[in-house]
């Protein structure tokens, strides 16, 4: 079975948004990058003083490591602040933390400290957060802090002398590790969230592409509705003439049938350019809801009355559910069932529709506490060709049926505009379903 055709709104608004929620996402990563920073010291600490018996001046360094927990404390407070961060503000972060532990060496041994190349991880997340200007400040202030500790430095001191090497070593081993663990973490996850930032901007270009799209295809069908205004009003007068002169002439009688018929399209032409003058008043007006059941209910009866020989069957039992954005549900829902009724008409034989409301309950909604309902139009006709299938819904498209695809373009465009998400399933010689998922209160 062909892949579902399916269309969805991710939660980005725009550029600027997407930037502050970047920022934000770093904060959070120095974040906890500074508490593994902080807990790692605490282990090597404790591990220096009591199994290696090395003196060191604990008040002095746990006093620097409380100021990092404090810098921490009030980054935690900054990340409730709406207002994004911006370089300069990650660049005092990052500055911070190289200034502590500059201190923080300067009190166990300087360079000779195995834990000197701790500078790394600050220097990895400047590189992989900041503008080069700032990763280049970054990287002169670390180098200068480094430089500095190979003169200026208060030395350790090792009662055994002959396991100094042993030590250091083993140092070099577990700062290695260390740095490279938390380089590993934090590269990784900054570089999750970039992708995340341009899958979404990627996202947000192609919405306004097909918003273009929408746009342009709307001022062509005012036009057009524009200039069939007069064509439909003189065959209507030529109609009207023709039925006055049927009245008196028995030869023109048999033709009463074609002309009731045409006097009937003309009726739907109209009706269909007045229906698209009061959609374009309603605009603006599209926070009234109803009781979705019976809404369905009354959409279905007008539907019946333009294909009156299509046999629709409706299971519209879920009670109690509300929607808005009637507008775009009922633009979505007649695109779905005239294209269900052309599909059964050309297929031949006993085609059926079927129109379920589903309560979706079973599944996750797209946002937290936001209900959804499902609403599935399933017909048994030809169904819709494999190739064809997948450019639904992007754009118009030709097909054997006749159909340029701009009535399901309009329809995935609605879906998305009311936070809803439309899917396509088709077998050919089977039929073919559309399910609409939307909130609903």
Known sequence: MPSPRSFSILPTDNFSAVTGWRHHAVLSRLFWLRWATIGGELLVLAGAHWWL?????????????GLQAAINAATMGRMHVAHPAGQGELFVQLLLDVAVLSALLYFSGGATNPFVSFYLPALAAGAATLAWPYAGALMLCALAGYSALVYVYEPLHIHDHEQAMTYHLAGMWINFSISALLITWFVTRIAAAMRMRDAQLALAREQQLQGQRIVAL??????????????????????????????GNAALA????????????????????????????????SDETAALAPWLAMLIDG??????????????KQEGIVAGQLQELSQILLTLLDNAAHAVRECGGAGEIRLSLIADAARQPAKENQKTAIIRVADNGCGIAPELLPRLGDGPVDSRSGGRGIGLMLAFAAAAQMGGRLQLRSVVGEGTVAELQFPVS
Do not use: F
Request: glycine share 6%.
């Open 303 to 316: 539907w019946r009355l333009r294909h009156p020989a299509v046999l629709l069957a409706a299971d519209l």
């Open 254 to 285: 048999m033709y009463e049938e074609d002309l009731r018929i045409v006097e009937e399209q003309i009726a739907v032409c109209k009706q269909a350019l007045e229906s698209m003058r009061l959609d374009a008043d309603a605009q603006g007006r």
């Open 53 to 65: 018996e090395i003196s060191l001046p604990l008040p002095a360094l746990l006093g620097l490591i």
């Open 218 to 247: 709307g001022t062509q069908a005012a036009g057009a509705a524009h200039a069939l205004n007069t064509p439909l009003s003189t065959v209507a007068v030529i109609a009207g003439e023709m039925r006055r002169d049927m009245a």
